[in-house]
């Protein structure tokens, strides 16, 4: 398949549970209007944290040297909540 399914993002409007998204401008496979707009369709907003990146690529949040700064500190803190 060359693109992903079609989902209906309205079946997303009673979202309610606690997610950490990442955006970076530098992601190829996703695009951060993409997530913006993903957000939009969720009612529930207050349950969203976003970790916004700059020049992280896709794998960069789990291989760059610098995660271990940039990243692993607010999954942890976020999952401790």
């Keep these: 398949m060359a693109e992903p399914p079609?989902?209906?993002?309205?079946k997303m409007?009673?979202?309610s549970i606690p997610t950490l998204l990442?955006?970076?401008d530098a992601d190829p496979f996703c695009n951060p209007q993409?997530?913006?707009?993903?957000?939009e369709n969720i009612r529930n907003k207050d349950v969203?944290?976003?970790l916004n990146l700059t020049n992280y690529n896709h794998i960069d949040y789990f291989w760059a040297d610098s995660a271990v700064e940039d990243?692993?500190?607010k999954i942890m803190n976020f999952l401790g909540e």
């Design 34 to 39: 993409d997530t913006l707009d993903f957000i």
């Design 22 to 24: 990442t955006i970076s």
């Design 48 to 50: 969203v944290n976003i």
């Design 6 to 10: 079609i989902y209906d993002l309205n």
């Design 13 to 15: 409007r009673e979202f």
């Design 71 to 73: 990243v692993f500190p």
